[in-house]
């Protein structure tokens, strides 16, 4: 079981990215999934959640209105669109893979994680 987060990079203050999290060696379509961030120094903060069916979503304060989380289930797949970036947005990125179908803001409640995908973005 995996979970390959890809997509990250380098970006300028204000640009955009997509996240995407590829699930192999079973289907997720079942559980809520998450991203969460871990910057220089601190401590993984949540980003953003879905529901197993796609139908909710919450995100934390700091990225409410700027990103957007969503999954394709036909593709095991999920997508963190992150636009307008700034540089506290600066980290490394995981996805992750609840234990059951809702979208949890804490990080005790997912199974599986990915090995994360570096963002920065400059000033």
């Known amino acids: 079981v995996q979970l390959q987060a890809s997509g990250g990079g380098l970006v300028q203050a204000g640009g955009f990215l997509r996240l995407s999290c590829a699930a192999s060696?079973?289907?997720?379509?079942?559980?809520?999934m998450g991203w969460f961030r871990q910057a220089p120094g601190k401590e993984r903060e949540f980003v953003a959640a879905i529901t197993s069916s796609g139908r909710i979503t919450s995100y934390s304060d700091s990225v409410k209105g700027r990103f957007a989380i969503s999954r394709d289930n036909a593709k095991n797949t999920v997508y963190l669109q992150m636009n307008s970036l700034e540089p506290e947005d600066t980290a490394v990125y995981y996805c992750a893979a609840a234990a059951s179908m809702i979208a949890p803001k804490i990080s005790a409640a997912y199974s599986f994680w990915g090995q994360g995908t570096q963002v920065t973005v400059s000033s």
């Open positions: 060696g079973r289907t997720f379509s079942g559980n809520g």
